[in-house]
T-cell receptor, first 112, second 117 residues
């Protein structure tokens, strides 16, 4: 597709449940980022991939968060044993290099 | 402590007038600044950027000004249009890296702009 596609758009999880969020970046984009946006806040960096290599995961809030991009295209953000504070919009962005990122529409995760 | 601050959560402007959105930062290592626009239920959309070696960048109705000594940047929209109504995020990058991309961005909390007809 022409843009960054994220699925699902909405996810409701019971506390303790594992979730997997998918990101399809723009074809050919080398760089892929995950951000977390809590209500009323700006996006906060979680992790970065260059092709299949995860070069920076300094923003992942705990070891319950795990991201992968095994073939250098589609990426999955997995959250294990979800907690209420994980409720947020999870944004994926991709970039070919110079210039601004292209963000997806995000996945809104609600943990109940 | 927030490194990128947008102290005005909202701004209301009349159509045709100028909108000025402000952003302050604390980290002198930031060398690239960006503005993103976000509509409800959509991801942020890149609007305009400026490198720390410049003090102004203009693109159509949008101009970004950078005052490095004050660690302040602003986005001017002239003339404002109702379609500009959205949340505007200021973002900063601490380095150029990752093969030429901006690296991970640090965002402010956003300013909600309302342009009234």
């Amino acid at each position: 597709g022409a843009g960054v596609s994220q699925s699902p758009r909405y996810k409701v999880a019971k506390r303790g449940q594992d979730v997997a969020l998918r990101c399809d970046p723009i074809s050919g984009h080398v760089s892929l980022f995950w951000y977390q946006q809590a209500l009323g806040q700006g996006p906060e960096f979680l992790t970065y991939f260059q092709n299949e290599a995860q070069l920076d995961k300094s923003g992942l809030p705990s070891d319950r968060f795990f991201a992968e991009r095994p073939e250098g295209s589609v990426s999955t953000l997995k959250i294990q044993r979800t907690q209420q504070e994980d409720s947020a919009v999870y944004l994926c962005a991709s970039s070919s290099g110079a210039g601004g990122y292209t963000f997806g529409s995000g996945t809104r995760l609600t943990v109940v | 402590d927030q490194q990128v601050k947008q102290n005005s959560p909202s701004l209301s402007v009349q159509e045709g007038r100028i909108s000025i959105l402000n952003c302050d930062y604390t980290n002198s290592m930031f060398d690239y600044f960006l503005w993103y626009k976000k509509y409800p239920a959509e991801g942020p959309t890149f609007l305009i950027s400026i490198s720390s070696i410049k003090d102004k960048n203009e693109d159509g109705r949008f101009t970004v000004f950078l005052n490095k000594s004050a660690k302040h940047l602003s986005l001017h929209i002239v003339p404002s249009q109702p379609g500009d109504s959205a949340v505007y995020f200021c973002a900063a990058s601490p380095r150029r890296g990752y093969g030429g991309s901006q690296g991970n961005l640090i965002f402010g909390k956003g300013t909600k702009l309302s342009v009234k007809p």
